[in-house]
């Protein structure tokens, strides 16, 4: 458990990194007697901004009466959510009687996890570290559908995942992404500042989005068609002779065969596709490819779709045929940081045999960013950024969810029997939600570390509590995504019978038999390790800064090349042709809304009130989103006879879920937007199943069987699938009447 | 890239670093003269007042979808 936090009756006031969105502002927290009291803005002009109503709800959240203190072990069936409170020690002791009972029967692939380093944080890849030790690679996690895909994907292209440089950029590309006030708010603070610096803005969004309204340029996209519109860009930009010839010359392999891929994408074909007109596509090609400089920073959009890996690569190419990779302005390939000892290297990838690798689930269809495809970037990956494995933002060497979540069903192609969930809530963070129910009901020992129960917790056999962001210490660098390091302090006390998710791993493996992989007693003594590069321990450095920055450095390829097979930024990649998949990027359609099924269904979509399926219990976020709302356009509206504050529900060929309908002149019509992540925490004491999950979670809408997949990856299409809308008679029962009241 | 706008970036290339070299010295939790006099520069360069965003705090009445 967490070390006693004694701060003597002291005010306490900290540097701590927010971890309730995946973004990490710094700010400054207070605490009186060991409990944070209040959570505010950093006081260091660059980062004041840098806060949401989300981050200094913190003390709502880290001291609720809900909060879990104390282990939980199931007393009734799997599911009916009544426990016997047990000490940490003995719950610990039955873990692993039980772990090691499973890995005995199944072998140690039959042992699977899901973890969400936004939310824990301080792992520091010893989840990873613990499943290599035991020799399992079913490690899944929801950065499969949001940014680590992205990295993997990435990789491919030109061995790392760039940072945009928004500070010197003098265009932004948003394909979807919606950085508001509230949502993402240092990337809508550094859009800001770009556009100060005179940088234009281009959104691609079927919605008049908060971003779109103030654009230079908004593309109406048809949803999920971004690969489309990626090569009517570069046919403008190939046609037009708009590309840094130089470094395409130099530096790529494949234009040639890429040229004629793209011929096939005439504009009059991409303006059918996408719904864009063509003289939209070919001005906005033309304002992105002529800049000084451009980025087009990550979109949770591109990372979840059928065509998912062709979109991400086509951003690839966009960036380097332009010549905005690793140059002032456009996209830094920051690579690991010298003074910290990257999560890549606290995994020990090295130690899980190829033969356990083999059987990694999912990289048989789907390999992207599975060990089958990373491993073929090893060699280059350590002669461009010096160590075999770069697990930038946790994302590259991952088991595919829905592989895992069928075999945990069905036992094929093997049985999984034992699955841990850490800071995750499973049951609603996938597609297809319904067969992750049957797959964790198929389980011998399910363990949810949480800091709320949740559906997923109350589905588990032991429940224990974990720590949140101002009860622990830190070191913060983005998942090796940035070159930054930002200090965490601890200024409150954890649960007494808590735990940090690291203390978790390390406790778990000592009484497994393989705690010399976990030689660190405690977060700090992990810390110091970490550091030991830069010459400080933590204590030193948390008294010299609260943060430190790596120097840019600009075109680091020319030194070693870039971390791909070939050296170069591949366009066509070796990587892609070698697993037998199409070595370029192309278009595949996703199936059309029907008569029957009119709408193109978007979901998981972020509300600012929430993150993922976070904060429902949280009175003074949730009254700012006291209910879901399907967004749809005026015309479908009317067609389907249907009112702003109605309830409908909406129907998709895999599930169906309740929403209140908002009619909004923003939308794009025919096209109907859902957000991700719905459950009502307080229904837990009502009938409802597992407090209210598949009411109106979006993860029961979309399907997930391997055609309905990206083909590389095996992401689901959330972007753009068949729905209908039914007009119903009210909310369900069951809702906080007080959030109601406020409709 | 011509000549020119080749010696352009490379200028601003050096000018990012220093602005690094400079922001880490804000970030300094004992300012030593020099981390002040960088703090001092940046204060007039950034100009950002302290935030007044009412909703940041949660007291006040809240409006749902707002
Ligand atoms: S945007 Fe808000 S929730 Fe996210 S890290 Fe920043 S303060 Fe926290």
Known sequence: MTAAFNPEGKVVIGDVVCTIC??????????VDGVVTKVRPHDHPMLRKNVCYKGTAAPHIHNHADRLRVPLKRV??????????????????????????????????????????????????????????????????????????????????????????FGNTKCVVLFGHNPRK????????????????????????PRVSDQAETADLHLRITSGTDAVLCFGWLNVIITEELYDKDFVENWTVGFEELKERVSEFPLER????????????????????????????????????????????????????????????????????????????????ELLSDEQKAKQLGSDLHPAYTYRAQEMLKEATKRAHGYEYADIVMGCYMANPSAVFRAMESGDPYPVKAFFTLGN???????????????????????????????????????????????RNHVADSWSWSTRLTLSQKVANPPAEGSSTYQFWYD??????????????????????????????????????????????????????????????????????ELGFDPLPYYREAPQPSAEYPYRVFTGVREDSFFQTGQRQIKVLRKRTPVPRFFIHPEDAERDGLSDGDWAVLETQTGQVQAMVSVQESMKSGHLRV????????????ESELSGAFISSDAVLCPDEPEDLDYEQGIPHFKGFPGRLRRIDGPPVGIDPEMLDLL | MSKEELKARKKAERRSKMMTRMANRTFSKDPNFLDRMAMRTLQKRVRSTPVDDPELDHDGPIKPFE
Request: aromatic share 10%.
């Open chain 1, 22 to 31: 995946d973004i990490g502002c710094q700010l400054k927290a207070e605490s």
């Open chain 1, 76 to 165: 009734g069936e799997r599911g009916e959510d009544r426990w016997e409170e047990i000490s940490y020690e003995q719950a610990m002791d039955e873990i692993a009687e039980r772990l090691k009972a499973v890995v005995d029967q199944y072998g140690p692939e039959a042992f699977a996890a899901s973890t969400s380093g936004w939310n824990t944080q301080t792992t520091h890849g010893c989840d990873r570290r613990f499943m290599n030790a035991l020799g399992s690679p079913n490690w899944i996690s929801g950065v499969s559908l949001c940014a680590g895909n992205t990295a993997a994907v990435n990789k491919l292209t030109y061995g790392w995942f760039p940072m945009p440089d």
């Open chain 1, 182 to 205: 509230h949502s993402w708010t240092p990337i809508y603070n550094a859009i800001n500042g770009a556009r100060a610096n005179g940088a234009k803005v281009i959104v691609i969004d």
């Open chain 1, 270 to 349: 991409v303006e059918e596709i996408t719904g864009i007109p063509r003289d939209l596509i070919v001005e906005s090609a033309r304002m992105y490819a002529t800049a000084k400089s451009a980025v087009i920073p990550w979109t949770p959009i591109t990372d979840m779709q059928l065509n998912s890996t062709s979109a991400i690569r086509l951003h690839s190419i966009l960036r380097a045929l332009t010549g905005n990779l690793d140059v002032i302005g456009g996209e830094m390939l920051g690579g690991f940081n010298p003074d910290y000892i990257p999560e890549s290297k606290l995994q020990l990838h």
């Open chain 1, 425 to 471: 809530n499973t049951l609603l963070s996938y597609p297809n939600q319904h067969r992750i129910h049957r797959a964790l009901m198929n389980q011998d020992l399910i363990v949810a570390h949480e800091i709320f129960m949740t559906p997923t917790a109350m589905l588990a056999d032991y429940v224990l509590p974990g720590d949140v962001f101002t009860e």
């Open chain 1, 508 to 577: 778990l493996a000592h009484r497994m038999g393989f705690g010399e992989y976990f030689p660190w007693n405690t977060l700090e003594e992990v810390l110091d390790h970490r550091l030991s590069p830069s010459g400080m321990s933590f204590e030193e450095f948390s008294k010299v800064a609260h943060m430190h920055a790596q120097e840019p450095e600009y075109r680091s390829y020319e030194k070693a090349g870039f971390g791909t097979p070939s050296g170069k930024v591949e366009l066509y990649s070796s990587v892609l042709e």
């Open chain 1, 675 to 686: 957000p991700h992540g719905w459950w009502y925490p307080e229904m837990r004491e009502e």
